[in-house]
């Protein structure tokens, strides 16, 4: 595995930023700041996960964070009534559901052969709105939920004595690595990924080679769909209440930080470690204002630049390639 | 270990019984709507032969091929493979039998690497459910030895060269166990040191015992290296020659049915002082000092290798890659030209190699592409308006004035064949009224018929002292058009040969050599050789295409 040069670009913006931080405010070089982002970033690190492989297999999908809300809303609605309190069972439902709305998804995408970013978008307002006629816009607090969801999203796999109290390391590492792992494994040992990808290169090639583009999309947009419901499942553990309008309107940052991890747009290009990154770096600044004293709108500002700035140099690597290769756009004027 | 090798390779390529392989189209016709694109095809594909298949554009060639790899199903006949009769094959069934097809867009995953390009097929068709990269990389490996290249496995293949896809896309049919292999004009997009590399690696796959069958209007890669040449005009085939009983006037014949030459140019016109001038015009990492002056009713064609510079050269005078010192002169006054639109004012056209993608809009009519250059002259009136019927009117005149064959002018560009696709692009240049005109590869992947057509209309612009800069990397293209030949090397101009020189029967032999060693030659042409001269002069056109408007039915 080679790292790529916009990756080793990303950890040194990382690494400088930091470093900026913990100038103005020392408190921010502390073990507490990493565990911190790795409980709050971890949402968003799976449900990247799932954004990237869509993305490989030359779609997109914005209707992830609806799936996320709607499989885990209606999987507490059925608990509530049924009165299970397990979160295996939370976990279980919201996954199924998850699942349903990206196949739903896939094949609206490979029948209708519109912009998957429409159909998304589409769906995304579909689902919450079928969720909200048939189970409900009630809001489920701390006292009504089982307990065990508290004690998942805020239990610790280690703890540290820290200057004020105990600190730890959020249990919620553990699904975000499996899921990981799961991923890179699915993109790079299996001739499914290697499908997906081909198609994200060329439908028309892979198809020249007897994949089955159909299939390969069912499986892309039915894992974001699973990854969905266990990243709705983490989150609404995390907050420890379920609320009926949270997490839409989230979903293009997670976007953002796919495309500022070096994710190809248009298919076929993308790595693990890179979209990990542009999450990373996304929740880094999110979480770093409070320590630079800054308000909650400077992080929208801060990601503008980081974007524009990502795209910027992929833009610029193409034009240089493109130089080479002897082909110049007419520059408009 | 080499001689395992061949036997190893050689073995599949025949049959049970220790025939050599063979694959024979019997009485396939195949029509579409009313139009009979193959009418009655019988046809022998051999293991270690080169075949050729030769055809203008629509004469039913690529219809085969797409039949034989199972794309198309036909209306009647069979296909023997081995032995084996199919009434209709499906691509599954095609592949299985080894039969694989190279198309012009080569197929190939621009985001993986050169090693899993070539295995991947080959694993998917095993049916592979998990990736070994070991064995991604030893099935590329062992292909690559096949062939006698060596590249690098891990390169991301966007960055790769033409050439090397074009090799990639070849050890990806061999990995998929290829015994017949189809390449449709394999080596319009590369330069002359690839083509031979690539003719190379035909030869040898030949040996092997694969039988090798390709789709080439480049007649002298034709007969370097076709054992049997197959002609098809209209749908029929014409007859099965071996290469060595053809020439290519003979050949031609056969393709079109007519006597087709390319008449000399001469130049006619009076003027002396050059249209353009360019003193010293460099950019660094592309050309240097490069000193050139074109005169109206000048064809001066422009040869030189890939990277030589003449490419660039020649889009830094439209205006799309602006130099970095230097002056070029127009008319006398030093101009500045960093666009497109400055190029256009200064009276400069450029027809670019890559037709379909850089001078035509394939889903509009040709009536828009031809007027797409003067869209400005169309719009009339304080709101501009846009006057569709002079779009109409100027559209019709282009179809009748350079011949451009369509049904109408509403007809989608992309559904004409490549010649006329060309005329459409030139038409929309000629618009603009153009006086120096830069045609770069105007004849890549065009017919013969086509080819003089456009050869005549670039001559008959000069003779009405338009001046045009001719790149080619066809020798004789330039012979035959241009009154001067500049030859690039190494981002310089190294010679530039006079009408005195270019009246030599042997020049074309001394350019070839020229380019390909990069630097002047002193001993090779002979002065002499006068009585020669009729030989390259001796060529008439049939029919003076520019006023032949029978077939296009708009002109009536």
């Given at each position: 595995?080679q790292?790529?040069r916009?990756?080793?670009?990303l950890?040194?913006?990382?690494?400088?930023?930091?470093?900026?931080?913990?100038?103005v405010?020392?408190?921010?070089?502390?073990?507490e700041t990493?565990?911190?982002?790795?409980?709050?970033?971890?949402?968003?690190?799976i449900?990247v996960?799932?954004?990237?492989?869509?993305?490989?297999?030359?779609?997109?999908?914005?209707s992830?964070?609806?799936?996320?809300?709607v499989g885990?809303?209606?999987?507490t609605?059925?608990?509530?009534r049924?009165e299970?309190s397990?979160?295996?069972?939370l976990?279980?439902?919201?996954?199924?559901?998850?699942?349903?709305?990206?196949?739903f998804?896939a094949l609206?995408?490979?029948?209708?052969?519109?912009?998957?970013?429409?159909?998304?978008l589409?769906?995304?307002?579909?689902?919450h709105?079928?969720?909200?006629?048939l189970?409900?816009?009630r809001?489920y607090?701390a006292?009504?939920?089982?307990p065990?969801?508290?004690e998942?999203g805020?239990?610790?796999?280690?703890?540290?004595?820290?200057?004020?109290g105990?600190?730890?390391?959020?249990?919620?590492?553990?699904?975000?690595?499996?899921?990981?792992v799961?991923?890179?494994?699915?993109i790079?040992?299996?001739?499914?990924g290697?499908?997906?990808?081909?198609?994200?290169?060329s439908?028309?090639?892979?198809?020249r080679?007897?994949?089955?583009?159909?299939?390969?999309?069912?499986f892309?947009?039915?894992?974001i769909?699973?990854?969905?419901?266990?990243?709705?499942?983490?989150?609404?553990?995390?907050?420890n209440?379920v609320?009926p309008?949270?997490?839409?309107?989230?979903?293009?940052?997670?976007?953002?930080?796919a495309v500022i991890?070096?994710?190809?747009?248009?298919g076929?290009k993308?790595?693990?470690?890179?979209?990990?990154?542009?999450?990373?770096?996304?929740?880094?600044?999110k979480s770093t204002l409070i320590?630079?004293?800054?308000s909650?709108?400077?992080?929208?500002?801060?990601?503008?630049?980081?974007?524009?700035?990502?795209?910027?140099f992929?833009?610029?690597?193409?034009?240089?390639?493109?130089?080479?290769?002897?082909?110049?756009?007419?520059?408009?004027? | 270990m080499?001689e395992?090798?061949?036997?190893?390779?050689?073995?599949?390529?025949?049959?049970?019984?220790?025939?050599?392989?063979?694959?024979?189209?019997?009485?396939?016709?195949?029509?579409?709507?009313?139009f009979?694109?193959?009418?009655?095809?019988?046809?022998?594909?051999?293991?270690?032969?080169?075949?050729?298949?030769?055809?203008?554009n629509g004469?039913?060639?690529?219809?085969?091929?797409?039949?034989?790899?199972?794309?198309?199903?036909?209306?009647?006949?069979?296909?023997?493979?081995?032995?084996?009769?199919?009434?209709?094959?499906?691509?599954?069934?095609?592949?299985?039998?080894?039969?694989?097809v190279?198309?012009?867009?080569?197929?190939?995953?621009?985001?993986?690497?050169?090693?899993e390009?070539?295995?991947l097929?080959?694993?998917r068709?095993?049916?592979?459910?998990?990736?070994?990269w070991?064995?991604v990389?030893?099935?590329a490996?062992?292909?690559?030895?096949?062939?006698?290249?060596?590249?690098?496995?891990?390169?991301?293949?966007?960055?790769?060269?033409i050439?090397?896809?074009?090799?990639?896309?070849?050890?990806r049919?061999?990995?998929?166990?290829?015994?017949?292999?189809?390449m449709?004009?394999?080596?319009?997009?590369?330069?002359?040191?690839?083509?031979?590399r690539?003719?190379?690696?035909?030869?040898?796959l030949k040996?092997s015992?694969?039988?090798v069958?390709?789709?080439?209007?480049?007649?002298d890669?034709?007969?370097?290296?076709?054992?049997?040449v197959t002609?098809?005009?209209?749908?029929?085939?014409?007859?099965?020659?071996p290469?060595?009983?053809l020439?290519?006037?003979?050949?031609?014949?056969?393709m079109?049915?007519?006597?087709?030459?390319?008449?000399?140019y001469q130049?006619?016109?009076?003027?002396?002082?050059?249209?353009?001038?360019i003193?010293?015009?460099?950019?660094?990492?592309?050309?240097?000092?490069?000193?050139?002056?074109?005169?109206?009713?000048?064809?001066?064609g422009c040869?030189?290798?890939?990277?030589?510079?003449?490419t660039?050269?020649?889009?830094?005078l439209?205006?799309?890659?602006?130099p970095?010192?230097?002056?070029i002169?127009?008319?006398?006054?030093k101009?500045?030209?960093?666009?497109?639109?400055a190029?256009?004012?200064?009276g400069?056209?450029?027809?670019?190699?890559?037709?379909?993608t850089?001078?035509?809009?394939?889903?509009?009519?040709?009536?828009?592409?031809?007027?797409?250059a003067?869209?400005?002259?169309?719009?009339?009136g304080?709101?501009?308006c846009?006057?569709?019927?002079?779009?109409?009117?100027?559209?019709r005149?282009?179809?009748?004035?350079?011949?451009?064959k369509?049904?109408?002018?509403q007809?989608?560009?992309?559904e004409?064949?490549?010649?006329?696709?060309?005329?459409?692009?030139?038409?929309?240049?000629l618009?603009?009224?153009p006086?120096?005109?830069?045609m770069?590869?105007?004849?890549?992947?065009?017919?013969?018929?086509?080819?003089a057509?456009?050869?005549?209309?670039?001559?008959?612009?000069a003779?009405r002292d338009?001046a045009v800069?001719?790149l080619?990397?066809e020798?004789?293209?330039?012979?035959?058009n241009?009154?001067?030949?500049?030859?690039f090397?190494?981002?310089?101009?190294?010679?530039?040969l006079?009408?005195?020189r270019l009246?030599?029967?042997?020049i074309?032999?001394?350019i070839?050599?020229?380019?390909?060693?990069?630097?002047r030659?002193d001993d090779?042409?002979?002065?002499s050789?006068?009585?020669?001269?009729?030989?390259i002069?001796?060529?008439?056109t049939?029919d003076a295409?520019?006023?032949?408007?029978?077939?296009?039915g708009?002109?009536k």
């Open positions: 595995m790292i790529e916009s990756e080793v670009i950890l040194i913006i990382i690494a400088l930023y930091a470093l900026g931080v913990a100038v405010n020392p408190a921010f070089l502390s073990i990493v565990f911190d982002l790795v409980r709050t970033s971890s949402r968003d690190i449900l996960m799932g954004l990237l492989l869509i993305m490989l297999s030359g779609g997109i999908d914005i992830f964070m609806s799936m996320a809300l885990s809303y209606c999987a609605v059925i608990m509530m049924y299970f397990s979160v295996a069972v976990i279980t439902l919201a996954c199924c559901f998850g699942l349903i709305m990206g196949l998804n609206l995408v490979s029948w209708l052969k519109l912009p998957p970013f429409i159909i998304t589409g769906t995304m307002n579909l689902f709105g079928l969720m909200a006629t189970a409900g816009t809001t607090g006292g009504i939920l089982p065990s969801f508290n998942f805020s239990g610790y796999l280690l703890e540290i004595e820290g200057e004020y105990v600190i730890g390391l959020s249990v919620s590492i553990i699904p975000v690595a499996l899921v990981i799961l991923t890179w494994f699915i790079y040992k299996t001739m499914l290697r499908g997906i990808v081909a198609i994200g290169n439908e028309e090639a892979a198809l080679l007897g994949f089955r583009p159909l299939w390969l999309r069912l892309a947009y039915g894992y769909g699973v990854l969905a419901g266990l990243a709705g499942s983490l989150y609404i553990c995390q907050v209440a609320y309008d949270k997490m839409i309107g989230e979903e293009l940052m997670v976007v953002a930080g991890g070096g994710t190809s747009i248009s076929g993308g790595k693990i470690f890179g979209a990990i990154l542009g999450i990373v770096i996304i929740y880094l600044l320590f630079l004293g800054l909650a709108s400077w992080n929208n500002l801060f990601v503008g630049i980081i974007l524009v700035l990502s795209l910027s992929t833009a610029y690597q193409e034009k240089m390639r493109n130089q080479r290769h002897l082909l110049f756009k007419v520059e408009s004027r | 080499q395992q090798d061949s036997k190893a390779t050689s073995a599949p390529c025949r049959d049970l019984k220790g025939r050599p392989l063979l694959v024979e189209a019997i009485g396939i016709t195949k029509t579409f709507g009313g009979t694109a193959l009418d009655d095809i019988n046809l022998m594909f051999k293991g270690g032969e080169i075949h050729c298949l030769a055809g203008e004469s039913g060639k690529s219809t085969l091929v797409k039949i034989i790899s199972g794309a198309y199903t036909p209306d009647k006949g069979s296909i023997v493979i081995n032995g084996k009769s199919y009434s209709a094959l499906n691509p599954a069934q095609s592949m299985a039998e080894g039969i694989q190279i198309y012009q867009d080569l197929a190939l995953f621009e985001h993986m690497s050169v090693a390009n070539i295995a097929g080959r694993l068709e095993n049916d592979q459910r998990l990736i070994n070991k064995k990389d030893a099935i490996q062992a292909q690559l030895e096949r062939i006698g290249v060596q590249l690098d496995l891990r390169q991301e293949l966007r960055e790769a060269s050439s090397t896809k074009q090799l990639v896309a070849i050890c049919a061999l990995a998929m166990d290829a015994k017949v292999l189809f449709d004009e394999p080596t319009t997009a590369l330069s002359g040191r690839e083509v031979d690539l003719l190379e690696v035909m030869a040898d040996k015992g694969l039988a069958i390709f789709i080439s209007h480049k007649l890669e034709v007969f370097r290296i076709a054992n049997v002609v098809f005009r209209d749908g029929r085939k014409i007859g099965d020659f290469s060595g009983d020439n290519a006037r003979r050949l031609s014949y056969y079109t049915g007519k006597e087709i030459s390319y008449p000399k130049r006619v016109s009076t003027k002396q002082e050059s249209f353009v001038e003193h010293g015009l460099c950019k660094k990492n592309m050309y240097q000092d490069i000193n050139l002056s074109v005169r109206p009713g000048d064809i001066m040869i030189g290798l890939l990277g030589s510079g003449r660039e050269l020649a889009l830094s439209f205006g799309l890659n602006p970095d010192g230097g002056d002169i127009i008319n006398g006054h101009t500045s030209i960093n666009s497109p639109s190029a256009m004012e200064a400069i056209a450029l027809l670019p190699e890559d037709r379909s850089e001078g035509l809009f394939l889903e509009r009519s040709v009536a828009v592409n031809a007027t797409a003067i869209i400005d002259k169309l719009c009339h304080w709101f501009k846009f006057d569709f019927r002079r779009e109409r009117e100027c559209a005149q282009d179809i009748c004035d350079i011949n451009i369509t049904t109408s002018e007809k989608l560009a992309g004409l064949s490549g010649g006329n696709q060309q005329k459409v692009v030139l038409a929309k240049w618009a603009t009224k006086r120096l005109f830069i770069d590869n105007p004849t890549v992947g065009i017919d013969i018929g086509s080819k057509e456009i050869y005549e209309t670039a001559q008959s612009l003779r338009m800069l001719l080619s990397d020798v004789e293209e330039l012979t035959a241009c009154n001067r030949i500049a030859i090397a190494r981002g310089r101009i190294i010679e530039i006079d009408e005195k009246a030599d029967p042997h074309g032999s001394y070839t050599k020229v380019v390909a060693a990069g630097r030659l090779v042409v002979s002065a050789a006068d009585a020669n001269m009729q030989q002069a001796t060529v008439v049939v295409p520019l006023r032949d408007t029978k077939e296009s708009v002109c």
